[in-house]
Protein backbone atom coordinates (compact mmCIF):
# COMPACT_ATOMS: atom_id res chain seq x y z
CA UNK A 1 0.00 0.00 0.00
CA UNK A 2 1.68 3.39 -0.54
CA UNK A 3 1.94 6.08 1.33
CA UNK A 4 2.56 9.56 1.07
CA UNK A 5 3.40 12.44 3.45
CA UNK A 6 3.44 15.91 2.56
CA UNK A 7 5.48 18.71 4.28
CA UNK A 8 6.44 22.60 3.70
CA UNK A 9 3.35 24.11 3.70
CA UNK A 10 2.99 27.53 6.08
CA UNK A 11 2.44 31.05 6.27
CA UNK A 12 3.96 32.98 3.61
CA UNK A 13 3.79 36.58 2.58
CA UNK A 14 2.55 37.40 -0.46
CA UNK A 15 5.09 37.24 -3.62
CA UNK A 16 6.92 34.73 -1.41
CA UNK A 17 8.03 31.48 -2.13
CA UNK A 18 7.77 28.08 -0.17
CA UNK A 19 8.79 24.36 -1.48
CA UNK A 20 6.50 21.42 -0.95
CA UNK A 21 7.79 17.51 -0.61
CA UNK A 22 5.92 14.40 -0.68
CA UNK A 23 7.87 11.58 0.02
CA UNK A 24 6.23 7.94 -0.79
CA UNK A 25 6.68 4.81 0.88
CA UNK A 26 5.64 1.57 0.49
CA UNK A 27 6.80 1.61 -3.21
CA UNK A 28 9.16 2.64 -5.62
CA UNK A 29 8.32 6.25 -7.14
CA UNK A 30 9.59 5.14 -10.71
CA UNK A 31 6.85 2.95 -11.24
CA UNK A 32 4.42 5.94 -10.11
CA UNK A 33 3.51 8.82 -11.47
CA UNK A 34 2.35 11.90 -8.52
CA UNK A 35 0.85 15.11 -8.69
CA UNK A 36 -0.14 17.94 -6.36
CA UNK A 37 -3.63 18.93 -6.06
CA UNK A 38 -4.77 21.92 -3.93
CA UNK A 39 -8.00 22.97 -2.23
CA UNK A 40 -9.33 25.88 -0.97
CA UNK A 41 -12.61 26.58 1.86
CA UNK A 42 -15.52 25.84 -0.06
CA UNK A 43 -13.91 25.20 -3.67
CA UNK A 44 -13.96 22.04 -5.67
CA UNK A 45 -9.84 20.21 -5.34
CA UNK A 46 -8.37 21.16 -8.58
CA UNK A 47 -5.16 19.13 -10.26
CA UNK A 48 -1.96 21.55 -10.75
CA UNK A 49 0.79 19.80 -12.01
CA UNK A 50 1.85 16.15 -12.52
CA UNK A 51 5.50 14.07 -13.09
CA UNK A 52 6.13 11.04 -14.00
CA UNK A 53 9.29 9.52 -14.94
CA UNK A 54 9.51 10.20 -18.42
CA UNK A 55 7.31 13.94 -18.42
CA UNK A 56 5.76 16.79 -16.46
CA UNK A 57 1.98 17.53 -17.12
CA UNK A 58 0.48 20.82 -16.11
CA UNK A 59 -3.20 19.40 -15.35
CA UNK A 60 -4.30 23.54 -14.90
CA UNK A 61 -2.44 26.03 -16.70
CA UNK A 62 -4.39 28.79 -15.64
CA UNK A 63 -3.44 28.01 -11.86
CA UNK A 64 0.09 27.18 -12.85
CA UNK A 65 0.52 29.92 -14.92
CA UNK A 66 4.50 29.07 -14.65
CA UNK A 67 4.65 30.01 -11.08
CA UNK A 68 4.55 26.49 -9.74
CA UNK A 69 7.06 23.77 -11.28
CA UNK A 70 7.43 19.72 -10.31
CA UNK A 71 10.30 17.21 -9.63
CA UNK A 72 10.65 14.62 -8.80
CA UNK A 73 13.83 12.56 -6.06
CA UNK A 74 13.54 9.36 -7.35
CA UNK A 75 16.05 8.04 -5.09
CA UNK A 76 14.98 9.66 -2.25
CA UNK A 77 11.61 8.45 -3.48
CA UNK A 78 10.23 12.15 -3.22
CA UNK A 79 8.62 14.88 -5.61
CA UNK A 80 8.62 18.32 -4.88
CA UNK A 81 6.62 21.72 -5.92
CA UNK A 82 8.34 24.37 -5.86
CA UNK A 83 5.28 27.56 -5.21
CA UNK A 84 7.02 31.34 -6.40
CA UNK A 85 5.00 34.55 -6.72
CA UNK A 86 2.63 32.81 -4.09
CA UNK A 87 -0.76 35.52 -3.95
CA UNK A 88 -3.58 35.39 -1.53
CA UNK A 89 -5.87 33.28 -3.56
CA UNK A 90 -2.91 30.39 -3.56
CA UNK A 91 -3.88 30.24 0.25
CA UNK A 92 -5.09 26.14 0.47
CA UNK A 93 -4.80 22.73 1.93
CA UNK A 94 -2.15 20.76 -1.13
CA UNK A 95 -2.71 17.64 -1.66
CA UNK A 96 -0.27 14.89 -3.51
CA UNK A 97 -1.90 11.79 -5.16
CA UNK A 98 0.31 9.35 -6.33
CA UNK A 99 -1.13 6.53 -9.12
CA UNK A 100 0.43 3.32 -10.96
CA UNK A 101 1.75 3.24 -13.79
CA UNK A 102 3.54 6.25 -14.41
CA UNK A 103 1.38 7.86 -16.41
CA UNK A 104 0.23 11.52 -15.97
CA UNK A 105 -2.80 11.22 -18.22
CA UNK A 106 -3.84 7.55 -16.51
CA UNK A 107 -3.19 9.48 -13.01
CA UNK A 108 -5.51 12.11 -14.41
CA UNK A 109 -8.46 10.22 -15.49
CA UNK A 110 -8.98 8.36 -12.51
CA UNK A 111 -9.17 11.21 -10.74
CA UNK A 112 -11.91 12.57 -12.90
CA UNK A 113 -13.10 8.89 -12.64
CA UNK A 114 -13.14 9.36 -8.26
CA UNK A 115 -10.76 6.61 -8.51
CA UNK A 116 -7.54 8.20 -7.40
CA UNK A 117 -7.49 6.49 -4.20
CA UNK A 118 -3.78 7.28 -2.98
CA UNK A 119 -3.61 10.31 -1.26
CA UNK A 120 -1.31 12.55 1.09
CA UNK A 121 -2.93 14.17 4.40
CA UNK A 122 -2.20 17.86 3.15
CA UNK A 123 0.03 20.17 3.99
CA UNK A 124 -1.39 24.02 4.54
CA UNK A 125 -0.20 27.37 2.27
CA UNK A 126 -1.71 30.37 3.98
CA UNK A 127 -0.77 33.81 2.11
CA UNK A 128 -0.70 36.99 3.91
CA UNK A 129 0.42 40.17 4.77
Known amino acids: QVQLVESGGGLVQPGGSLRLSCVVSGATLHYYAVAWFRQAPGKEREGLLC????????INPDSVKGRFTISRDNEKNAVHLQLTSLKPEDSAVYYCAAESPANCAYLEAQHSRGLLSSWGQGTQVTVSS
Open 51 to 58: SSSSDVYT
